[in-house]
């Protein structure tokens, strides 16, 4: 089955910085890729998908790349805000969402 | 609409009680996964249903465990017994079933067993 394996687990910015979390993946069949962001005591939200066919998605400012030769996908944050911190998971599907595999999480603290 | 909604939010029981958590998935879906959080396992997928048959339970721990979706608009997660190791979040998720649809996630049930 699929693997999913994200670093760092931990990861501390200063506010206006950036922030980057990778994932690489397993499975080259893997086609679905998002990221859900998670805020404490709280349920995963979607914040940005991407999907096989491109290499690029921005979404005001956050950005996930992919590179299928590799096998790893980024999460990339610009312009950090404290309301930014959470954890953040990434996943890989082959299909359809049944098959979501997700990464152990990053914990992202915008310090102020 | 309203999202998935599950119940209840927490559930404190003792070890050897019966445990059913409850959820309600978005309307005109017809996927839904059940989900166990931990710290030391992170976000495990216990089984999903796909218009309301059960696909894939491989991730049900053990017997103990047991899943139902009688119509579409509803599903439990029963534990019987529950055991402390039980102790974490269940989240209740949906999708439309077509290639790559989205997944929502449901507020979750933390649930503690003393």
């Known amino acids: 089955g699929e693997n999913v394996e994200q670093h760092p687990s931990t990861l501390s910015v200063q506010e206006g910085d950036s922030a980057v979390i990778k994932c690489t993946y397993s499975d080259s069949a893997s086609n679905y890729f998002p990221w859900y962001k998670q805020e404490l005591g709280k349920r995963p939200q979607l914040i940005i998908d991407?999907?096989?066919?491109?290499g690029e998605k921005k979404d005001q400012r956050i950005a996930v790349t992919l590179n299928k030769t590799a096998k790893h996908f980024s999460l990339h944050i610009t312009e950090t805000q404290p309301e930014d911190s959470a954890v953040y998971f990434c996943a890989a599907a082959r299909g359809s969402a049944r098959q979501l595999t997700f990464g152990s999480g990053t914990q992202l603290t915008v310090l102020p | 609409d309203a999202g998935v909604i599950q119940s209840p939010r927490h559930e404190v029981t003792e070890m050897g009680q019966e445990v059913t958590l409850r959820c309600k998935p978005i309307s005109g879906h017809n996927s839904l996964f059940w989900y166990r959080q931990t710290m030391m396992r992170g976000l495990e997928l216990l089984i999903y249903?796909?218009?309301?048959?059960?696909?894939?339970d491989s991730g049900m721990p053990e017997d103990r465990f047991s899943a139902k979706m009688p119509n579409a608009s509803f599903s439990t997660l029963k534990i019987q017994p529950s055991e402390p190791r039980d102790s974490a979040v269940y989240f209740c998720?949906?999708?439309?079933?077509?290639?790559?649809?989205?997944?929502?996630f449901g507020s979750g049930t933390q649930l503690s067993v003393l």
């Open positions: 998720a949906s999708s439309f079933d077509r290639t790559n649809e989205k997944l929502f």
């Open positions: 249903f796909n218009n309301n048959v059960p696909i894939d």
């Open positions: 991407i999907r096989s066919n491109v």
